[in-house]
């Protein structure tokens, strides 16, 4: 039976782990390798990594660092940042990674999707969608942006979905940059409707800052991945470092009971 994974994510910036606050004002938390042997203590269901440097610099993904997270992980990792080719991805995935994960590029050029499902099977093909409410539209469009929430595509983040999908995606996740960083509950409303729109998996990300916000769209939303950043590396008011992940009781009673009365 399948099941909501609780995923933590990880940006690296600068060679650090950092946190951001609508995709700006990244705070450094820590070494990510630390960060990774923690959650393999806690037992995490899966982990994302992503290089938020890569492709705003224009730069190949990190190898070596790749390797290093790959080495460690002992959950399967999904990594993201500057994947631009097929060959790049077969390269990622060789060193032990078990997804990749690809935004700009993919809403660029829907085909490379397509090619990297071909080279590495579509399971372990990710787009990321960051999305945020269109500025004065009556209809409440979500936009997706590129490039750390720089660049706007103008394009609704479900129609881009869909075409994600078509294209060979094996996962969506949608990330809201008006959210990250906030802890004040997830865009419950859109991934509903994202979570109808397609029939692939589907992660929510953006805003998550207890386990009850994360029961709240396991409710609204069945069986999907529940992504945080800030919820797992930082504790209490003042925002101090501290690595966290729930437990499988704290799991099945807080977060996973809400699938009994769907």
Same mark, same amino acid.
């Given at each position: 039976?399948?099941?909501?994974? !609780?995923?933590?994510?990880?940006?690296?910036?600068?060679?650090?782990?950092?946190?951001?606050?609508?995709?700006?004002?990244?705070?450094?938390?820590?070494?990510?390798?630390?960060?990774?042997?923690?959650?393999?203590?806690? +037992?995490?269901?899966?982990?994302?990594?992503?290089?938020?440097?890569?492709?705003?610099?224009?730069? +190949? *993904?990190?190898?070596?660092?790749?390797?290093?997270?790959?080495?460690?992980?002992?959950?399967?990792?999904?990594?993201?940042?500057?994947?631009?080719? *097929?060959?790049?991805?077969?390269?990622? !995935?060789?060193?032990?990674?078990?997804?990749?994960? !690809?935004?700009?590029?993919?809403?660029?050029? *829907?085909?490379?999707?397509?090619?990297?499902?071909?080279?590495?099977?579509?399971?372990?093909?990710?787009?990321?969608?960051?999305?945020?409410?269109?500025?004065?539209?009556?209809?409440?469009?979500?936009?997706?942006?590129?490039?750390?929430?720089?660049?706007?595509?103008?394009?609704?983040? !479900?129609?881009?979905?869909?075409?994600? +999908?078509?294209?060979?995606?094996?996962?969506?996740?949608?990330?809201?940059?008006?959210?990250?960083?906030?802890?004040?509950?997830?865009?419950?409303?859109?991934?509903?409707?994202?979570?109808?729109?397609?029939?692939? *998996?589907?992660?929510?990300?953006?805003?998550?800052?207890?386990?009850?916000?994360?029961?709240?769209?396991?409710?609204?939303?069945?069986?999907?991945?529940?992504?945080?950043?800030?919820?797992?590396?930082?504790?209490?008011?003042?925002?101090?470092?501290?690595?966290?992940?729930?437990?499988?009781?704290?799991?099945?009673?807080?977060?996973?009971?809400?699938?009994?009365?769907?």
């Amino acid at each position: 039976m399948l099941r909501p994974r !609780i995923i933590p994510c990880l940006l690296i910036h600068d060679g650090g782990l950092v946190k951001t606050v609508g995709f700006k004002d990244a705070k450094y938390v820590g070494d990510p390798i630390n960060a990774v042997k923690i959650f393999n203590e806690k +037992e995490a269901d899966e982990l994302i990594v992503v290089d938020i440097d890569a492709t705003v610099n224009g730069r +190949e *993904p990190d190898y070596k660092r790749i390797a290093n997270l790959a080495a460690e992980c002992r959950m399967p990792l999904c990594y993201g940042g500057g994947v631009r080719t *097929p060959e790049q991805a077969r390269a990622i !995935i060789a060193l032990g990674v078990e997804k990749v994960a !690809i935004s700009a590029a993919a809403l660029e050029d *829907p085909t490379l999707v397509t090619r990297i499902a071909e080279e590495i099977g579509r399971q372990s093909v990710v787009v990321v969608l960051d999305h945020k409410p269109r500025t004065l539209s009556l209809s409440k469009q979500q936009d997706v942006w590129t490039h750390n929430g720089t660049r706007n595509t103008k394009r609704n983040v !479900i129609d881009v979905a869909k075409e994600m +999908e078509a294209a060979g995606a094996g996962e969506i996740v949608i990330n809201s940059i008006a959210n990250d960083g906030r802890m004040k509950g997830y865009d419950i409303a859109l991934a509903s409707k994202v979570r109808e729109a397609v029939n692939i *998996p589907v992660t929510i990300l953006g805003g998550g800052g207890s386990l009850e916000d994360m029961h709240q769209v396991v409710a609204a939303c069945g069986v999907v991945g529940v992504a945080a950043g800030s919820f797992f590396v930082f504790k209490g008011t003042y925002r101090a470092v501290l690595i966290s992940y729930p437990s499988a009781q704290q799991k099945d009673e807080k977060v996973f009971s809400a699938l009994q009365a769907r």
